[in-house]
Structures are given as structure tokens and as C-alpha cells.
Nanobody
Framework: QVQLVESGGGLVQAGGSLRLSCAAS????????MGWFRQAPGKQRELVAS???????DYADSVKGRFTISRDNAKNTVYLQMNSLKPEDTAVYYC???????????????WGQGTRVTVSS
């Protein structure tokens, strides 16, 4: 059973930065792709960024150039560095471990409980 625990959310002013962390336990972390999703009030959950087991990354157009996903396999942790935050980045951010090495859409494994990010204008 995989457990994912997110941390690092909070309240920040527009233009500020936050770093989210997601610590994983339960199975070989390095073998699986990881992703960050977010869900704003009244909206569907959307992919923000993903990273394969080989550390290939992909980003939503809305966050390219501002967010960076990375992983530390020694610590079983995936990070999301968020810079130049905008009010529209306000959402609950969820960590996902995919069911395989690649970030194949809908190949979802386990979800974290979410961490709230609020960006004030």
C-alpha cells in the first residue's frame, strides 16, 4: 500500500514562491512516474506537471516557465517548485504516483491527501 504525504502549501502573495513536497512510502519509488495535479473550487482536477522514472518532465501550458517538478529518489520525495505565483494558481494540489514508469494519462496509482495553495492578489 502506497502512502503519499504532501506538504508545503500555504498562503502567498502574487509573485511569490512555494515549494511543495510529496513523500512516498510503500513501494520502490524510483520505478514510478510521479505527478502533481490541482483542483480549484468548481473546477475539474488538472495535471500540473509530471516526471517519469527516467526524470523526463512535462508541464501544463499554464505553468511552463514558472513551475519545476523534480524528484529525489534517495528521499522518496517529489517536489514542485512554484515561482511567480498568480491568483489563478489557487487550488488544492495533489501528488500522484502513476501505476508505471511513464506518466500515461489515466494510469493512476495512488493519490495524496492534498495541500492547499492560496495566492492573494
Amino acid at each position: 500500500q502506497v502512502q503519499l504525504v504532501e506538504s508545503g502549501g500555504g498562503l502567498v502573495q502574487a509573485g511569490g514562491s512555494l515549494r511543495l513536497s510529496c513523500a512516498a512510502s510503500g513501494r520502490t519509488f524510483s520505478s514510478y512516474a510521479m505527478g502533481w495535479f490541482r483542483q480549484a473550487p468548481g473546477k475539474q482536477r488538472e495535471l500540473v506537471a509530471s516526471i517519469t522514472s527516467g526524470e523526463r518532465t512535462d508541464y501544463a501550458d499554464s505553468v511552463k516557465g514558472r513551475f519545476t517538478i523534480s524528484r529525489d529518489n534517495a528521499k522518496n520525495t517529489v517536489y514542485l517548485q512554484m515561482n511567480s505565483l498568480k491568483p489563478e494558481d489557487t487550488a488544492v494540489y495533489y501528488c500522484l504516483q502513476y501505476s508505471g514508469s511513464y506518466a500515461i494519462p489515466h494510469s493512476f496509482g495512488s493519490w495524496g491527501q492534498g495541500t492547499r495553495v492560496t495566492v492573494s492578489s
